[in-house]
Antibody, heavy 122, light 107 residues
Framework: EVQLLESGGGLVQPGGSLRLSCAAS????????MTWVRQAPGKGLEWVSS????????YNADSVKGRFTISRDNSKNTLFLQMNSLRAEDTAVYYC???????????????WGQGTTVTVSS | DIQMTQSPSSLSASVGDRVTITCRAS??????LAWYQQKPGKVPKLLIY???SLQSGVPSRFSGSGSGTDFTLTISSLQPEDVATYYC?????????FGGGTKVEIK
């Protein structure tokens, strides 16, 4: 069974940092692009970052560019999101999602994790 | 960047009704359009990809259509378990924009 399990969320002050992790199992991790999507309280879904299956190329939403870094360790089947210079508007549930192929485009998010909550507040 | 606009933002319908949700892209995206269902308090779930292909395990009362800029999600006979917010999403290129969502309730 394909499973994704996020961790690392919590309460952080504005300007602080957090590192989210997503442990994957049940599929050949390196063969699939992975994506982070977030959902602010009471709001819709927002794509955050994606990384190719090989890990060679990454893509970020303008809202997080220069602050968030997506990465992966294919030897440990784990996806990461390093979040720096956090702002109140980054408060959200962060989901990791597996895409249906090696590229983040031309492929859909077919499996989602349960999400981890990030709260940015003083 | 391409914008995705859904309508309506919410709707209320009776059990058994036919429900249609519309998604419009600000530029053509061919058929690179997905629909996701998010039930209250739950994780989003892929319903339809390629504008019209049903994801495995999704009930056949759900269907999708469209190409280019205009797309629809149809629930042929609304069931109580279909109460959810539905999102469209483009995936032809970055950014992977979602529509604003359509909240479906039972009348």
């Amino acid at each position: 069974e394909v499973q994704l399990l996020e961790s690392g969320g919590g309460l952080v002050q504005p300007g602080g940092s957090l590192r989210l992790s997503c442990a994957a199992s049940g599929f050949t991790f390196s063969g699939y692009a992975m994506t982070w999507v977030r959902q602010a309280p009471g709001k819709g879904l927002e794509w955050v970052s994606s990384i190719l299956g090989s890990g060679g190329n990454t893509y970020n939403a303008d809202s997080v560019k220069g602050r968030f870094t997506i990465s992966r360790d294919n030897s440990k089947n784990t996806l990461f999101l390093q979040m720096n210079s956090l702002r109140a508007e980054d408060t959200a549930v962060y989901y990791c999602a597996k895409t249906s192929g090696p590229y983040y485009y031309y492929n859909v998010m077919d499996v989602w994790g349960q999400g981890t909550t990030v709260t940015v507040s003083s | 960047d391409i914008q995705m606009t859904q309508s309506p933002s919410s709707l209320s319908a009776s059990v058994g009704d036919r429900v249609t949700i519309t998604c419009r892209a600000s530029q053509g995206i061919s058929n690179y359009l997905a629909w996701y269902q998010q039930k209250p308090g739950k994780v989003p779930k892929l319903l339809i990809y390629g504008a019209a292909s049903l994801q495995s395990g999704v009930p056949s009362r759900f269907s999708g259509s469209g190409s280019g800029t205009d797309f629809t999600l149809t629930i042929s006979s609304l069931q109580p378990e279909d109460v959810a917010t539905y999102y469209c999403q483009k995936y032809n290129s970055g950014p992977l924009t979602f529509g604003g969502g359509t909240k479906v309730e039972i009348k």
